[in-house]
């Protein structure tokens, strides 16, 4: 016989508990609640949907979102992808100062212009604030080379781009460039060991050999498989 229960305040509780009615947060609370978010008030809302950021680097390569919490008032996102990673933070990336764009080339690829900007090769840029060519705004690449104390080439193909008018805002530029790439170790030199000499023995006797049959799972295959897990709106009491 089920019973009404007029609040949800006591959110999600634990399996452990499913059958502890004597529990005074049992009355109170849901075996499972996804994508719902509870309310001090009794009462659930659907979770609020996700808040675009910024591009990743390379869309060629999956990404990956991981939360990570430093402190109980210090919450982030890492963004993991294929020789990039960045960490969200209130909404933004986690960046230098931004530094104002004084142009920016419709060529590939593209070069752009700061006042001293101090960068170097490697470092990832992100864009924003940028007039006539806006396609751009919102877009990380990565410095291809310095050309001089004012001018950078970036992993960006701007040919097709409107052209760059000015801007109110500018580039923010990842604290530190990647670190390179690892040298392999050197291989270590070919182990030889002397062999003793055998007495020959003319014409040895061979014996019939039957092949052993290979257990199931045994042939060295590797099985992956990819999964797309929906978000389904769940509350179970």
Known sequence: MRQDQPTFAGGEIAPRLAARNDVAKYKTALRRQRNF??????G???????????????HAYPARLIPFQFSPTQSYAIILQESWMNFVYRGGLITGPEVLVVGITNASPAVVTVTGHGFKAGQDVEFQGIKGMTEINGMVARIIAIIDANRFSVTLDTGYYAAFTGA????????????????SPPAPPPFEQEVPATEEVPNPPTEPT??????????????SESY????????EL
């Open 210 to 223: 039957t092949a052993s049959p290979i257990p199931l799972g045994s042939a060295g295959r590797v099985y």
């Open 44 to 58: 659930v809302t659907f979770r609020p949907g996700f808040e675009f950021v910024s591009q990743v680097y390379n």
């Open 228 to 235: 797309s897990f929906p978000r389904p709106l769940i509350l």
């Open 168 to 183: 109110t805002g500018g580039v923010a530029a990842s604290a530190l460039p990647p670190p390179p790439n690892p040298a």
């Open 37 to 42: 978010l509870g309310q001090s008030s009794g």
